[in-house]
């Protein structure tokens, strides 16, 4: 299990969760922050200079999973995890990764009242050997408060167990937490389980539209990035029928007919991804009462849309896209496509 403690920049985080570990028996700290001073010394300049947080490096949300999935495996127990996230979509990227590892995740928010974060800003240690650190540490957090607010007035609140350290010492914070998580008052985040592949996969995704032809895309929570609704096939499942279990289980619509195939694509291994076979079926057209019954978002997606294939250019990954382009050209034509990493072949 993670106990994952969110807050502002300058909350207390990483005080609270030392405290943490003497509380909850067989307890961990891990601070994804030296996953990200690392990768300064790792990454080139170049690439460094690209971003103006570590956390926009794929390699390093990445990283944050695999490290802490290496460190149960190693140690067992549970990970306390100090770590601010303001953006959903690294949320979902991240605690989706460790939900496909069978991890559960506890969320909690360190929310002090905002002029007592400010007095906490003001009060932060700084490194002694950090250039400029006097100014930079603290002007981050400052720089951070509003975006902080945004996510509180958006997905944060509601997703995570909100603690008013307010009042409260770190070790009395940490107390609280403690307590909410051997209590139950903090739930496991409720975010699909999709185990993570060991060897090549097949996967079935369907499409649908709506009364003006535009294709139905899916957010799903687990992983960024807009997909099809669909997903991999089980032992033992027909291909078609899995498209079918997964649009029920995704949007409620139960297609009466097996849908048609539109084109098989092979996907190539590219490391940490195995590859495999990706289906692309068609669902046929909804009706405007259909498309307003769906169930989404719910635990799996986070939202939907029906696109134009211009505006799923913007949306989709490059071999997903080429994949959705010929879909809708075999279509036309009444014909399947076999396909190479998005390419046809034959």
Not at 254 to 271: C, F, I, K, R, Y
Request: aromatic share 6%; glycine share 8%; net charge negative.
């Amino acid at each position: 299990m993670i106990v994952w403690i969110n807050g502002a920049f300058g909350a207390g985080k990483t005080t609270t969760a030392r405290e943490l570990i003497d509380l909850i028996p067989n307890s961990t700290l891990f601070d994804p922050e030296l996953i990200g001073a690392g990768l300064t010394q790792l990454l080139p300049a170049k690439r460094l200079a690209e971003v103006g947080d570590f956390q926009d490096l794929p390699i390093w949300r990445r990283l944050v999973v695999d490290t802490a999935a290496a460190m149960l495996a190693e140690l067992g127990g549970v990970l306390v995890v100090p770590m601010t996230l303001l953006r959903q979509d690294y949320r979902d990227e991240i605690f989706g990764g460790l939900a496909s590892r069978r991890i559960a995740v506890r969320h909690v928010l360190l929310a002090p009242a905002e002029t007592i974060l400010r007095e906490r800003i003001a009060d932060r240690e700084v490194p002694p050997d950090l250039p400029d650190g006097e100014i930079r540490v603290r002007q981050w957090s400052y720089d951070h408060i509003e975006p902080y607010h945004a996510a509180l007035a958006g997905w944060l609140t509601a997703d995570a167990h909100p603690v008013d350290t307010s009042a409260l010492t770190p070790y009395e914070a940490a107390v609280r937490i403690a307590g909410a998580v051997s209590g139950g008052t903090v739930p496991v985040c409720d975010i699909v389980q999709t185990p993570e592949p060991t060897s090549e996969t097949v996967a079935a995704g369907v499409l649908l539209f709506d009364e003006q032809d535009r294709v139905l895309l899916v957010d799903p929570t687990y992983k960024a990035g807009w997909e099809f609704p669909g997903g991999v096939v089980e032992s033992g499942e027909a291909p078609a029928r899995a498209g079918i279990r997964e649009v029920a289980e995704e949007t409620g619509i139960q297609l009466a007919d097996v849908p048609s195939l539109l084109v098989v694509d092979w996907e190539p291994p590219v490391p940490p991804a195995y590859g495999g076979l990706r289906l692309l079926y068609d669902g046929g057209r909804l009706d405007s009462d259909e498309a307003r019954r769906m169930l989404l978002p719910g635990p799996e997606l986070r939202a939907w849309r029906f696109v134009t294939e211009e505006e799923a250019a913007g949306l989709l990954p490059p071999v997903r896209y080429e994949r959705l382009r010929w879909a809708l050209r075999a279509r036309e034509r009444g014909a399947a496509l076999y396909l190479e990493a998005g390419v046809p072949k034959g």
